[in-house]
């Protein structure tokens, strides 16, 4: 038998091994063009002996925003760079090969036509350091990021590698900018420096780490005059308390300093030559408490998703929770006692994942999302929590959130629910039996995308990753929306673009708005089955100037990413995945990193022996409600726990 | 010569009557993970299962599953993405990431032709919005978008003539029938399934792909009563065939008149329609009734009518020499997903795998000859 399996292989292959000869014959053999250009492709398939086979023959373009080609082969040339066309000849019949050839097209680059320098001042004094900036455009107008340009000065300034141009001497100071044969030459006059001596004044002269400082240097002349224009850089040395640390801080160039370790911190304000110090203390923030297990409802059959914690009509309090990746179920708990987190209803519906759970502000109404109905119909199921130990469907509604609602917020009978990561719908439910849509928010940006929104003095926050934190009006007035008309007015966005979540916080200390934005990565990959570890931090971004919002502080974790949190006061909740929840400390004014400034005061990692994956922490969400934090986690349920006191609750103070 | 082909006969008749292991690959879409399923002509087994997608906390539901006609890869759209969903190619030999491209809104049902070696892939959009979506076409060497060809609303079911060359969709919410060539990239003939009357020529040919939908009127767009959900060519035959999920029927439509040619009644919410290699039997998931038919072609009867293991039944994949047929089930919330394996001889469920939930996407992968 085995003899005649190899003579049959041997028939077989002589077959289809019988060389064809047909080829791909393209004239030219390559291209290269003019951005603009265009230029005609022959190709023709012919066969061993040279001769036309009339075989079809078509030419694709792999982008055609760089390259393309029409039906009658014409190429036009659109974007520099090196691109290739794809051509392929199907067989004609059954003893054919398919013909694949990839066709390279060049297209040159522009020639540079320019080096527009910008920015640049009238004057600068005898020396001071400016940073010149400049651009490179092409014949096209086209700005180029070009490598390569130098800054070249006279003997009145200096300019290093870095582009940083130094006054030496009074006069008029000549730069010049090259690249190849492209130049572009200004001026500068360079004036006497008048500054005889800084100014420079503290708002304090101690403070704990994570505490805001702000230094105001005046460069003086010598009948002690300020003079406006001339630049004072801020630097900053010291010394830690802790031998085995080192002192480090944040120091802004309008004056603002953090100091991360405790110790003593010289800040010292330059202008040229002269300079000016002065030393400041930073103690020791010193707020770190226990954070103490209260209770635990336990979910060890299935993931646990999304929360909430609300007080019923009976002034009981209690929460619901989702479910994960199971089988569409809510769970009800009454949480009044948190040392005795009890089970009493749970619901169905038709799902996988009940990603997301909200209550009405008037505690009768929760409103649960649906990923992975059977019948891809995902959308909505409003409930009615009146009683939460009676808890019964009032209506689901899938119009246009069929897709998946990953997540929801309620705000003044209206529900606000993501539909596929685009856009969310606002649905007026002040008749929860017919909910209907009244207004839409979607970006319009190329590839835009949504993961959650929160709502707050009727201001939507969305957090829509690479386009960051959308704030829109849906009934505050600020830009004339309504939830009929929502109206973007404000928006904030980092280049990781990992931003998934929102929570807003008015400061009550320093007036100031900041909205803290989340990230969502997991760089390690996932086991469904097995801890895991995330990463990602939460930025604060100070929205108190909604044209130029600043990214001025963070927080993070190290080793473990950002989920979901609750700020209430002055004091941050946030579940920070396998890192557990960490208690921060957010008041006053914010600046640089939270975290090395000692601003955490505590932190509980829930981890449950009998959890869906034992023993693996990966807390969901926190929030506070009647001093007790509250956090679900992934993989073990609802748990609740306390900051302890500085003085216990139970210890009795005798006094004589 | 005689001797030879003798020979073969021979050896083609032995090789046959031993046993054979099947294998298809079946998408969990609830579950992120694509399952390797086997079967021995007895026993059906889950022997792997792959997790797919790259955001742990978000569902992102692999839907169509395709396999590249030399068997060496298989392809998968992930379903969701931020927004758009993307295609993944993986090695069969070691079902290892190759690579990946974005497609557009829900990818689910793709091939690839055998003529141009390019893999067509429907964008299905199911989030709601009544528009127009596409068929996204791709090069699966360097996994490059070659073109989006704007078809129907909700396309679905994505299949190629057996000669490569014509491509086959239909738009569930818009009700229509879609031909592309698979070399020019357009769209050639276009028929709506919801006309009795199918001689509107002037209809068929409009391509849908030069119109402006900006200034189309979606809100008043027809929602099809057809439904159609899959369309299947018949590998010898001039007609494709297509599930009618909303009328429960399966039309059978002349390539030639470009009309429908014949209605056959299926039971509640045909989904799928599959046709054996050697032509002679059609399989057709009732996804409402839980059920599967298999029809004769030649008869135009429906020989058996099965119930599967649970509800929600939803694709077909047949094996290379036309003997059995794998139907993914997709469960309802927690319950797992399944494949059952059908005799298409004896018309009889022979066994049923188990997988990850919401089985949805298969595909035959390969017969090995067994041990």
Same mark, same amino acid.
């Given at each position: ?73 014409n190429?036009?040339a ?50 001071t ?27 009145k ?35 006497d ?20 400082f ?11 005059k ?6 004072v850089t ?59 297990l ?32 199971a ?9 009044t ?20 759970v ?23 199921v409003?409930?009615d ?32 629910a993501l ?23 979607e970006?319009?940006?190329?590839g ?34 309504? @939830? !009929?008309?929502?109206?973007?007015? /404000?928006?904030? $966005?980092?280049?990781?673009?990992? %931003?998934?979540? &929102?929570?807003p =916080? ?14 969502e ?48 006061g ?31 005061i ?6 449950? @022996? !009998?959890?869906y994956v034992?023993? /693996?922490?990966? $807390?969901?969400?926190?929030?506070? %409600?009647?001093? &007790?934090?509250? =956090?679900?986690?992934?993989?073990s ?20 | ?10 050896y ?8 054979q ?19 021995d002509g ?19 539901g ?20 931020n ?23 829900f ?47 909700m ?10 060359l ?21 769209v ?10 199918t ?28 439904k ?7 590998p ?5 065939y ?42 057709v ?5 839980a ?67 919401q089985?949805?996407?298969?595909y ?7 041990n």
């Amino acid at each position: 038998m085995k003899s005649l399996s190899i003579f049959i292989v041997v028939i077989v292959y002589s077959i289809s091994a019988y060389p064809q000869g047909d080829k791909l014959v393209v004239d030219p053999s390559s291209l290269t063009l003019e951005v603009g250009e265009k230029a005609k492709v022959n190709v023709s398939v012919v066969d061993k002996k040279g001769a036309n086979t009339n075989r079809e023959v078509r030419i694709f373009s792999r982008d055609g925003r760089n390259v393309d080609v029409d039906d009658d082969n014409n190429v036009t040339a659109l974007k520099p760079g090196n691109h290739s066309l794809l051509i392929i000849s199907p067989p004609a019949n059954n003893n054919d090969e398919r013909l694949r050839l990839e066709y390279a097209v060049s297209i040159k680059f522009p020639e540079i036509a320019r080096i527009a320098l910008d920015k640049v001042p009238d004057k600068i004094y005898v020396g001071t350091t400016v940073r010149l900036d400049f651009k490179v455009y092409d014949r096209t107008g086209t700005l180029r990021t070009e490598e390569g340009v130098t800054l070249t000065s006279d003997d009145k300034s200096s300019v290093d590698q870095y582009y940083n141009l130094t006054a030496l001497k009074a006069g008029t100071t000549t730069i010049t900018a090259r690249i190849g044969e492209i130049t572009n030459t200004i001026k500068i006059a360079v004036k006497d420096n008048p500054v005889v001596s800084v100014g420079l004044e503290s708002d304090m002269i101690e403070a704990r780490t994570g505490d805001v400082f702000h230094f105001n240097a005046n460069a003086l002349d010598a009948k002690g005059k300020p003079i406006e224009d001339a630049p004072v850089t801020y630097t900053f040395s010291g010394g830690a308390y802790d031998i085995s640390s080192s002192a480090s801080g944040l120091i802004k160039q309008d004056g603002r300093f953090v100091a991360e370790e405790a110790g003593l911190y010289t800040v010292t304000a330059s202008c040229g030559q002269v300079t000016t110090r002065m030393t400041i203390n930073a103690v020791a923030r010193d707020i770190e408490r226990d954070v103490k297990l209260m209770g635990h409802g336990s979910v060890g059959d299935r993931h646990t998703s999304d929360f909430w914690i609300w007080e019923g009509a009976d002034g009981r309090d209690y929460a619901v929770t989702g479910t994960w990746g199971a089988d569409g179920t809510a769970y009800f708990w009454d949480v009044t006692n948190p040392a005795n987190i009890t089970k009493i209803d749970s619901i169905q519906v038709d799902a996988r994942t009940v990603n997301d759970v909200k209550i009405s502000e008037d505690g009768k109404l929760c409103v649960i999302s649906r990923e992975g109905a059977s019948n891809r119909k995902n959308g909505i199921v409003i409930l009615d929590v009146s009683d939460p130990r009676d808890v019964s469907v009032i209506s689901t509604f899938t119009e246009n959130l069929t897709g998946g609602v990953h997540n929801l917020f309620i705000y003044k009978n209206h529900v606000y629910a993501l539909s596929n990561g685009e856009r969310y719908y606002v649905i007026n439910i002040e008749n929860p039996l017919e909910p209907r849509i009244v207004g839409k928010f979607e970006l319009d940006t190329p590839g835009h995308s949504i993961h959650d929104v929160w709502i707050e003095d009727g201001i939507a926050y969305s957090s829509n990753w690479q386009d960051g934190v959308q704030l829109v009006d849906v009934g505050n007035g600020i830009a004339g929306g309504s @939830p !009929e008309n929502p109206v973007q007015f /404000a928006s904030y $966005a980092y280049p990781s673009a990992a %931003h998934h979540a &929102t929570f807003p =916080y008015n400061s009550k200390d320093t007036g100031k708005s900041y909205v803290i934005l989340g990230d969502e990565i997991f760089p390690y990959g996932f086991n469904l089955n097995g801890p895991n570890t995330a990463a990602g931090f939460l930025h604060f971004v100070d929205f108190t100037d909604l044209d130029n919002p600043e990214e001025i502080a963070r927080f993070e974790v190290p080793g473990a990413g950002s989920h979901n949190y609750w700020v209430d006061g002055d004091l941050l909740y946030t579940a920070f995945y396998n890192g557990g929840i960490r208690v921060v400390d957010i008041s006053g004014e914010l600046m640089g990193d939270l975290g090395k400034q000692g601003r955490e005061i505590g932190f509980i990692i829930p981890s449950d @022996p !009998e959890g869906y994956v034992p023993n /693996a922490p990966f $807390a969901w969400g926190a929030q506070l %409600h009647k001093g &007790t934090i509250f =956090y679900s986690d992934w993989n073990s349920g609802l748990w609740a726990a306390k900051v302890v006191p500085e003085v216990m609750d139970d210890v009795q103070v005798e006094t004589r | 010569m005689r001797f030879i082909v003798a020979i073969i006969l021979g050896y083609s008749i032995t090789v046959n009557a031993l046993a054979q292991d099947y294998y298809v690959y079946v998408t969990a879409e609830s579950e992120d993970e694509v399952a390797v399923v086997k079967f021995d002509g007895e026993k059906a087994e889950t022997i792997k299962r792959i997790p797919v997608g790259v955001w742990p906390a978000e569902i992102e539901g692999p839907h169509g599953i395709t396999v590249d006609p030399n068997g060496k890869y298989w392809y998968l759209s992930l379903a969701h993405g931020n927004p758009f969903g993307t295609l993944y190619k993986f090695e069969t030999e070691t079902d290892k990431l190759v690579g990946k491209t974005t497609l557009g809104l829900f990818p689910a049902t793709m091939q690839i032709s055998t003529a141009t070696g390019l893999l067509y892939c429907v964008n299905f959009n199911l989030h709601g919005d009544m528009v127009p979506s596409s068929v996204s076409v791709v090069d699966p060497e360097s996994m490059t978008e070659l073109k989006r060809i704007t078809t129907g609303t909700m396309p679905h079911g994505s299949r190629i003539s057996s000669d490569g060359l014509r491509h086959y969709s239909v738009a569930m919410m818009s009700g229509e029938l879609f031909e592309i060539n698979t070399l020019d990239l357009e769209v050639s003939r276009k028929l709506d399934l919801d006309l009795d009357d199918t001689s509107m020529d002037g209809m068929a040919t409009v391509d849908h792909s030069k119109m402006d939908h900006n200034k189309m009127d979606h809100g008043a767009m027809k929602h099809s009563k057809v439904k159609p959900t899959w369309v299947i060519p018949h590998p010898v035959w001039d007609k494709v065939y297509v599930a009618g999920n909303g009328s429960n029927e399966i039309l059978e439509i002349d390539l030639d008149k470009w009309k429908i040619s014949n209605r056959f009644s299926g039971d509640k919410g045909p989904y799928n329609v599959e046709i054996t290699p050697d032509g002679n039997k059609m399989v057709v998931t009732y996804k409402t009734a839980a059920k599967t038919g298999i029809w004769d072609l030649n008869t135009g009867k429906e020989l058996a009518r099965l119930d599967n293991n649970r509800r929600v039944s939803h694709g077909v994949a047949i094996s290379s020499d036309s003997k059995y047929a794998f139907v993914s089930v997709e469960g309802v919330g927690g319950e797992p997903g399944s494949v059952d394996v059908i005799d298409l001889e004896k018309l009889k469920i022979v066994d049923t795998a188990e997988l990850g939930k919401q089985a949805g996407g298969i595909y035959f992968w390969k017969m090995e000859g067994g041990n």
